[in-house]
């Protein structure tokens, strides 16, 4: 006798015209109905396969009756999945499922909805926050942050309350739940003294623009990483911001804006638009920061984050987050009289509100600022006069010279001193094909030399540049990379002689493998 099918696979059988149908519930109505689909075949493996395939392009993963007596963890994977997911980022999707896979389910999965309890909820709860850590447990201790423990409750929480919008629960049991308090983090930011030596370290490293521009205009770090030149109007300064870069499992993601507020334009100061625009000279992509290995992909935010804290530590200033100088942007702004509303729309918060509540202790001196000027106005009361400021430069003042790196910075090429009166610049880059070509340049003096190896690396960045782009196709040693490629798939398969499979398989005309092909052969055979 046949095995019975898993839960959740379908169903086969032989219909009276010879057939084999397969078929399968893909969800269920608003009624608790199922909705099925069905394939046919002639044969039953036939069948089987066509129903695997049917199964995997279906659009819901785990098709789940909606009832009131489901286990909680069916009713988890289904409001995620067909109500949460959807309208969530993929950076956001990753913690979601984190709370929902790994917590809620294993630990509350097997209790039916309907009969999940508040004491059993705070039970979760009370020991996530004793022992739920689960990395770097020595160092910090079992105790798990109470961020994360709110986190996992809101998930908790907007879940159980679909199933009562659904009317699948009389009650949310997550509500009333004693979790953790929300705590402020204190605010960090750079003081005027600390902003000129860090901006003076960055660009002794290399980093000034990207740096500058964050503490000039505020914005969030994806946002500053994901900007392309074409977001930029050099003529009016107006900087345009609609995407952002997250890391999602190691790879890069360029996806929409935090918040729809963040969609957003702001007006650089013309000081801003020259600096951006010589700098401009030297990257040669459409990217405004890419990647050093790979012009064509962004910064990664977690090498910004590594080099700020260098910087910091290099410049003397205080260990702050990428977020802090947002704030330092933020605060220095209400400081200079630059109002609220103006401030929320260039940092893109939704609404004037969450600034006012992000920053009230520079409003709350604003204020005082304000009563102080309105009782020496109308009550013309005595101003106390400050006290004279000695006009000795402390030591923070002093001209700031910037921590010489141990080595020179990846892109810059090396200079080495041949002789006495001699020294040498070369530049190795790696080219399209995959090959180092390297150049030298020759001077009598350090920085003669170092000046002629600058111009020698944007020469030969624009030449790489233009044979990513498809501007040109022929590389220092003459040689066309068609022609290259054409050569070493017939060194791989000399019997191949049909021109029409050569061109399919390596992409290209076949105007263009006709050109190459005698060629590559006589050298071939040449060279044997």
């Keep these: 006798m046949p095995g019975k099918r898993k839960k959740g696979e379908g169903t086969v059988r032989l219909r009276k015209d010879g057939r084999w149908e397969g078929r399968v519930v893909v969800g269920y109505d608003e009624a608790g109905k199922p909705k099925t689909k069905n394939v046919l075949a002639k044969t039953k493996k036939e069948c089987v396969a066509r129903l695997k395939e049917l199964k995997s392009t279906c659009t819901v993963v785990r098709p789940v009756q909606v009832q009131t007596g489901m286990p909680f963890r069916d009713w988890l994977d289904f409001w995620y999945q067909n109500y949460s997911k ?96 929300l705590k402020g983090k204190e605010m960090k930011i750079l003081t005027q003294e600390e902003i000129q030596r860090f901006l003076i370290q960055a660009k002794a490293e290399g980093m000034y623009e990207l740096f500058l521009l964050e503490l000039t205009t505020g914005m969030r770090r994806g946002e500053l990483l994901a900007l392309r030149w074409e977001d930029l109007d050099f003529a009016t300064g107006k900087l345009r911001i609609d995407k952002q870069v997250c890391p999602v499992g190691g790879k890069l993601v360029i996806s929409e804006p935090k918040t729809r507020a963040a969609n957003r334009t702001v007006i650089l100061p013309p000081a801003m638009v020259e600096l951006l625009a010589e700098y401009k000279r030297g990257v040669f992509s459409e990217l405004m920061f890419p990647s050093r290995i790979k012009p064509d992909q962004p910064i990664d935010p977690g090498y910004v984050r590594k080099r700020l804290q260098v910087i910091l530590e290099r410049a003397g200033c205080k260990r702050v987050r990428f977020h802090d100088l947002r704030h330092t942007f933020a605060t220095l702004s209400l400081e200079n009289g630059m109002d609220v509303k103006t401030l929320s729309t260039i940092i893109g918060h939704v609404s004037s509100a969450t600034t006012l509540n992000t920053y009230t202790h520079i409003t709350d001196e604003m204020r005082r600022k304000a009563a102080l000027n309105i009782d020496q106005g109308i009550a013309k009361a005595e101003v106390q006069p400050e ?62 030399c170092e000046e002629k190896l600058k111009g020698l690396i944007l020469e030969m960045k ?48 076949r105007s263009t493998v006709r050109r190459y092909y005698d060629e590559v052969r006589a050298e071939a055979q040449q060279q044997r």
């Excluded at 022929?474 to 019997?495: C, Q, S, T, W």
């Design 86 to 181: 959807p309208r969530l980022r993929p950076s956001t999707q990753l913690n979601y499922e984190y709370w929902i896979y790994q917590r809620l389910i294993p630990s509350l999965g097997e209790i039916p909805l309907n009969q999940l309890t508040q004491a059993e909820l705070q039970q979760f709860f009370r020991q996530m926050k004793e022992s739920g850590r689960k990395a770097n447990v020595g160092q910090r201790g079992s105790d798990m942050a109470d961020r994360s423990v709110r986190s996992c409750h809101a998930v908790c929480q907007m879940a159980l309350d679909k199933a009562v919008e659904e009317k699948l629960i009389h009650a949310n049991p997550a509500v009333g739940c004693k979790i953790p308090p």
């Design 387 to 448: 006290p004279e400021r000695q006009a000795t430069v402390e030591p923070e003042q002093q001209t700031f010279v910037p921590i010489e790196l141990p080595r020179r910075r990846p892109g810059t090429g090396c200079v080495s001193q041949i002789n006495e009166h001699l020294w040498e610049g070369r530049y190795s880059p790696v080219w399209p094909d995959g090959k180092k070509r390297p150049r030298n340049v020759y001077a009598y003096t350090r920085e003669e």
């Design 462 to 509: 624009a030449e790489i540049a233009a044979l990513r782009s498809g501007a040109s196709t022929e590389y220092p040693d003459g040689v066309n990379p068609r022609k290259k490629a054409i050569a070493a798939y017939l060194r791989e398969h000399p019997d191949v002689t049909n021109k029409a499979r050569i061109a399919r398989e390596l992409h290209l005309n």
